[in-house]
């Protein structure tokens, strides 16, 4: 999968929560100034290059809709990251989070539970 730039990310963000669109839902979805209807219309064309979004041709307007899942492309951006700067340890990122206190004992005693459940359902299912 390819890494997106922040403004593909942030057109993909749109089309993942909105839906199908065309350009001109994008930019209507923008904040002010409104970018030119040209400068959206490449990007989404470049995404439809990374195959991340396709399209359906009504006459000559096109609607685009995702190829991709946002939980998919989370799980790679996520993944890059931990790779790129924690050298590949979850319990790195972790750590990082807990001493920068971007995370609660209450939120880290909440995903120790949902892996405990997840760890049940996965072993019951074996």
Known sequence: MKRL???EEEIMQL???FGPTTVSGLI???GTPKPPHSSISSIVRIL???EFVDHKAYGRTY???PTIEKSTYSKF???RLVSHYFEGSMNELV???VKEDDI???DLKELTKKLDENDVKNNSTN
Request: glycine content about 0%; cysteine-free.
């Open 48 to 50: 439809e290059k990374k």
């Open 77 to 79: 951006s996520l993944k």
């Open 63 to 65: 609607e685009y809709f």
């Open 104 to 106: 609660s004992i209450h």
């Open 28 to 30: 209507d979805r923008m």
């Open 5 to 7: 730039t922040k403004v």
């Open 95 to 97: 750590s990082f989070l």
């Open 15 to 17: 089309i993942w929560e």
